[in-house]
RNA sequence: GCCCAGGUGGCGGAAUUGGUAGACGCGCUGGCUUCAGGUGCCAGUGGGGGCAACCCCGUGGAGGUUCAAGUCCUCUCCUGGGCACCA
């Protein structure tokens, strides 16, 4: 007796070639048919695949799986996010141009994927590097240019002086860049924005309708940060200049006892000319570093401009301060300082010595204020505020609003935290903005028939600066009919320019004549986009807003780009989550190797659902292991049984053991389907589905109907798990004596006739204490149930004696009796 | 600083609508099978008490609502994540 052993990699090859041969997986338009497009987010190609991206690209194949199994026209692509800034590194460290790392990595991973049995059209692969990918983005770019959507200003860098360079925010350590040592400076350089605050309306309200995880649109409308003040025009004393600043507490304007501005903001710069101390302040701001995160937790510090403003109600003089908390692109980048009423303002102003003036009471007794611990900043009634005292806070926003228009010294402002798009990237390795200056200094567009404008590729690269700032072949242009020199734009674009669209291009990855054409009207929107918890706000708030811009120049369909979103969680290791610089990686080739991709696959879904954290286990990994070879040999001890008469199964005429293995068995695939198809908790449909097979195991086989149940049993056990474990469910399900290739067989539903039971158990509490389970006929009355539960032995004990004040019955339930 | 998520056995996790806490898996303990094992099978496994039936305690902490709380409310402690040039 030879016994056929579980090997996976036998199998999976075979399998996986089955696919390949019968282009199992090609998506095809097909009018008619419900679609569904299922996308995990691309990956970086960053040298390997790691177990993020197994982990990712494992949910979104079981989904799309699935999905097909339900009869859908099941679209799953796959590419490559393939510039970006470890390129680069990776070209300073292997002296190697960043185009040939990148797509050495691409071939390295795109193997690795298939290794991996992901349902792929590989037919629409592809890469962001690509010229005749990125060539649509810098058209769209023009017609953004067109439409005033795209603009050019000076904004804020981290500027990395020695490699003279721009640095990311996690390329500053500590004040200081990563690779030169070189103290970072604020600089201020020309770059080009979109005008993404055009949409933050839209963006924020279409929020509602999207099925996202709450967090994620929390995040997003925090992020847009909508919020109704008005702009208070303050004059600056004896000059004719006004200082702006935004509020949304008008009615603490009485408050007022300074004034904050920028460090970058103009009145400061000028105060600063012929004041060296303040200049020294200034260039002091500078170098600090210009994330929120920093400044929010810097101490806060500041210095008198020596000029005052004038109060434009009590025409009081205020004070004009310079202060390292105020940013200069939020708002106006200047503040009215209300200190009784702003913790920020109290705490300066106690360091500083400046006055606390209370002009808001509270409301009433449950509302406290300690205005010599810290400040009220609630809202409440209106006192020192002369005409205005005895308002509420919500009427005295409104009164004063009113005033300040009719006086043209205010006015009432929608304000966003949002703030335009920075889109330029001082960097190599992207996509040339499409744009040349005259000499003048003029930006034009490149026009449409010379697009793309190709990033030459063939570069050295030592880290000092971007090779193409230094090719005057390729920056250097002169007109061939008027002469006239050019220069060409040198920076790129920010990646996530690429990302933003990538998923409407897979729609149609070989138009060649249009950066869509009308298969997106069908495949669009993406119905299940899944990804990392990390791009909550930037990448999908670029992608929505993209989205909304290819709409209005007609390109797609719909105002949204993802229906629903699944955000997955990380993979941790030892508490801690997965990085090189940590050390803890763990590589999925070597577990493919060692076990077959199946097994990873059940892991992955097995140890947590999606959305969750998941800790890795070495010995989770052998469990899982451990499982698909059971499967398998119960499957071919099934197959091999001997049994005396060949039955097909005669529902009707079970006994009650078959009866109960059969309930089971519907019960198991009603919790699968729930589970997989609308709960997305692969962990507990798994475990379902790890019971039914444990009683299978333990279920002894009698006579040709058990044998027949059995078939039935093992058929929907390699079914369920099909989605999840691929490989080895192709081949089981042919041992099982089917012909057909199990990724074209539909998913099962559940009968109910098998699932009804004769006896339930019913939990009986006594005072909401558990007492005793009984087991009784599901279509007892109510009245003989509490005559059963009364009669229980140990019900009995903790009630006699008492008086039974109430009996709660929940039907088929519980029974909890209150003495 | 602000925002978000999460604290349940030795571990990963389950408990879906307020109704049996700990499903499933790992690990561990004991036993059987095997020349052997990164094998298979059986039994046990939150803590405490009891020969047992059972009983008491138990979901980070403190209060509260309820017949009934891991789940709801208030406060609090801890951990992880994000905060605009990483993708």
Redesign the pocket.
């Known amino acids: 007796m030879t016994e056929q052993l579980y090997k996976p990699h036998e199998i999976e090859t075979q399998v996986q070639q089955y696919w390949e041969h019968n282009d199992s997986f090609k998506a095809v338009e097909s009018p008619g048919q419900e679609k569904f497009y299922c996308l995990c987010m691309f990956?970086?190609p960053s040298g390997r695949l790691h177990m993020g991206h197994v982990r990712n690209y494992t949910i979104g194949d079981v989904i799309s799986r699935y999905q097909r199994m339900l009869g859908k026209n099941v679209l799953q692509p796959m590419g490559w996010?393939a510039?970006?800034?470890?390129a680069e590194r990776a070209a300073i460290k292997h002296s190697l141009p960043p185009a040939d790392w990148t797509r050495e990595n691409i071939v390295y991973m795109r193997e690795q994927l298939r290794r991996l049995g992901f349902g792929y059209d590989w037919s629409r692969e592809l890469t962001t590097c690509d010229p005749q990918y990125y060539r649509w983005e810098q058209w769209l770019f023009g017609r953004m240019l067109d439409k005033g959507l795209a603009y050019k200003a000076k904004?804020v860098?981290?500027w990395d002086r020695v490699d003279q360079t721009?640095?990311?925010?996690?390329?500053v350590i500590e004040g200081r860049g990563w690779r030169s040592g070189a103290t970072v400076e604020r600089r201020e350089?020309p770059?080009w924005f979109l005008r993404i605050t055009d949409y933050a309306e839209e963006l924020l309200q279409e929020l509602d309708q999207l099925d996202w995880p709450?967090?994620v649109k929390?995040?997003q409308r925090?992020?847009i940060?909508r919020s109704e003040g008005v702009e208070v025009a303050f004059a600056v004393e004896s000059t004719d200049k006004v200082l702006r600043v935004y509020t949304t507490r008008p009615d603490t304007l009485l408050g007022v006892s300074y004034m904050a501005v920028a460090p970058e903001h103009p009145l400061a710069i000028e105060a600063a000319a012929c004041n060296p101390k303040l200049q020294a302040f200034l260039a002091d701001c500078q170098r600090s570093a210009?994330?929120?995160?920093a400044v929010?937790?810097i101490e806060k510090q500041g210095m008198p401009l020596g000029i005052n403003a004038i109060h434009p109600v009590s025409s009081e003089k205020i004070p004009i301060w310079v202060a390292n908390f105020v940013l200069i692109n939020?708002g106006t980048g200047a503040v009215m300082a209300v200190p009784a009423h702003d913790q920020r303002d109290y705490e300066f102003a106690k360091a500083y010595h400046l006055p606390i003036k209370q002009v808001i009471a509270p409301a009433g007794p449950e509302q406290e204020c300690h205005l010599d611990e810290c400040a009220f900043v609630e809202k409440g009634v209106m006192v020192s505020s002369g005409l205005y005292d005895g308002l509420t806070s919500a009427e005295g926003f409104n009164a004063i609003a009113t005033d300040l228009e009719a006086q043209g010294r205010g006015v009432r402002r929608v304000n966003y935290?949002?703030?335009d798009?920075?889109v330029?990237?001082?960097?190599y390795w992207g996509a040339p903005i499409p744009v040349i200056n005259s000499s003048a200094g003029e930006p034009a567009p490149v026009p449409d028939a010379h697009l793309p404008v190709v990033l030459p590729e063939d570069v050295s690269f030592d880290g000092v600066g971007s090779p193409i700032k230094k090719m005057p072949e390729f920056f250097e242009i002169t007109d061939p009919e008027s002469g006239e020199k050019w220069t060409r734009e040198t920076d790129t674009f920010?990646?996530?320019m690429e990302?933003s669209w990538y998923y409407a291009r897979f729609c149609s990855p070989d138009s060649h004549g249009a950066m869509l054409d009308q298969r997106a009207d069908y495949w669009l929107p993406v119905d299940l986009y899944i990804g990392?918890?990390?791009?909550?706000?930037?990448?999908l708030l670029y992608a929505r807003f993209y989205h909304k811009v290819m709409r209005d120049e007609g390109l797609v369909r719909g105002d949204e780009p993802f229906t629903r979103l699944l955000t997955q969680g990380?993979v941790l290791k030892d508490?801690?989550?997965m990085s090189k610089s940590k050390g803890n990686t763990v590589d999925p080739k070597d577990l493919i190797e060692?076990?077959g991709a199946d097994t990873v696959r059940l892991f992955v879904m097995?140890?947590?659902?999606p959305d969750?954290?998941?800790?890795w286990?070495d010995?989770?990994v052998?469990?899982?292991y451990?499982?698909l070879?059971?499967l398998w040999r119960r499957v071919h001890d099934h197959v091999a049984a001997e049994v005396a008469g060949q039955q097909d199964l005669n529902a009707a005429g079970l006994d009650k053991r078959q009866k109960d293995m059969r309930r089971l068995l519907h019960d198991t695939i009603a919790?699968a389907s729930?589970?997989i198809g609308r709960?997305y908790?692969f962990?507990?449909a798994?475990?379902a589905v790890?019971?039914l097979l444990?009683a299978v195991?333990?279920y002894e086989v009698r006579g040709a109907q058990d044998h027949a149940l059995n078939q039935e049993v093992l058929e929907a056990v390699v079914l369920i798990l099909s989605p999840i474990v691929p490989h080895i469910c192709h081949v089981l399900w042919q041992e099982l004596g089917n012909t057909t290739a199990i990724v074209d067989e539909r998913w099962l539903t559940a009968d109910p006739r098998a699932r009804m039971a004769e006896s339930v158990?019913i939990?009986v509490?006594v005072?909401?204490?558990?007492?005793a389970?009984l087991k009784v006929a599901t279509d007892i009355s109510e009245d003989a149930l509490r005559e059963v539960v009364l009669l229980d032995a140990?019900v009995k004990r903790?009630v006699d004696g008492k008086k039974i004040r109430?009996l709660?019955v929940?039907p088929g339930?519980?029974v909890?009796v209150?003495v």
Not at 166 to 171: K, R, T, W
Not at 532 to 539: C, P, R, T
Not at 606 to 609: S, V
Not at 612 to 615: D, I, K, M, T
């Open positions: 990956p970086y996010d510039f970006g800034l470890p904004a860098v981290n721009v640095l990311a925010n996690e390329q350089i770059q709450e967090p929390i995040m925090n992020w940060g210009v994330s929120e995160a929010e937790t939020y935290r949002l703030r798009w920075l330029s990237r001082q960097r920010d990646t996530f990302s990392g918890i990390e791009h909550a706000i930037l990448h990380m508490g801690a989550k060692k076990y097995f140890a947590a659902p969750q954290a998941l800790e286990s010995a989770g052998k469990g899982a451990r499982f070879r059971r919790k729930d589970d709960r908790t962990n507990t798994i475990a790890m019971e444990n195991g333990k158990q939990v509490q005072n909401g204490k558990l007492r389970r140990n903790f109430k709660i929940v339930k519980l909890n209150v």
